[in-house]
């Protein structure tokens, strides 16, 4: 269902974020992230004028994970920024997120190392949609979102444990979300043997991920581009 028809009104700015994931032939993953501002007009900056048709920021982040979620590589680049060579001083800063997980508290942890000077407001943003994106790249490719399980738990990395059988725990977009509770008419429908019957502690994982949400979300950047 769309959005209800928008009073008269005028674009000013316009944000995307575009997120990409790529396998590649050595077995890896790269998802590739790009964030751009763009207005309708001249715009005024303190390094001088950008003309219409020139973005305001097109920065870029890239990370390479295994089948598990971790990072192994990572790389930060500042195609367009209002501070001309000064904005990408930031991208190293983005080497720190090798090693994180983006299964296990990715959120809070890379705002723990990127927060306020330390990195690019706008970079550091993109991880946040790190995880997500990461997720919908494998399902279905790398692990079975029908059969139980949460991605990036099996000591084997090939996707024959993903695929292999059933588990004892629910797939892992079960209650996470209001179409999928576990009361729900699409569990119901689409994951009969789940339908009522939420696991115990399932509360608490999800209580848990709201408040490393909550905390990553509330470092708050001390300087912005």
Not at 84 to 110: D, H, K, M, W
Request: neutral net charge; contains cysteine; proline residues 7%.
């Amino acid at each position: 269902m769309p959005l209800s028809p928008p009073v008269s009104r005028q674009l000013r700015h316009r944000r995307a974020i575009r997120m990409e994931a790529f396998e590649r032939e050595d077995g890896l993953w790269d998802i590739e992230a790009c964030l751009t501002d763009e207005k309708p007009r001249d715009v005024k900056l303190a390094a001088g004028v950008r003309p219409k048709g020139l973005p305001i920021h097109e920065l870029w982040l890239r990370i390479t994970i295994d089948r598990t979620f971790t990072i192994v590589d990572a790389e930060a680049a500042s195609e367009w920024a209002p501070y001309t060579g000064l904005c990408a001083a930031s991208n190293p800063a983005y080497r720190a997120l090798i090693g994180l997980n983006l299964v296990q508290n990715f959120r809070r942890e890379s705002s723990r190392l990127l927060a306020g000077t330390a990195g690019c407001t706008h970079i550091t943003e993109l991880c946040a949609v790190l995880p997500t994106a990461a997720i919908q790249a494998f399902a279905g490719e790398v692990w079975n979102t029908e059969k139980g399980g949460a991605p990036g738990t099996s000591s084997d990395s090939s996707a024959r444990t993903a695929f292999g059988k059933e588990t004892d725990k629910p797939p892992f977009q079960l209650g996470r979300c209001n179409a999928l509770r576990f009361d729900g008419e699409a569990v119901r429908q689409y994951y009969p043997r789940w339908f009522g019957h939420a696991p115990r502690g399932s509360a608490d994982r999800i209580a848990d991920q709201d408040n490393s949400q909550k905390a990553g979300s509330e470092a708050e950047p001390a300087q912005r581009n």
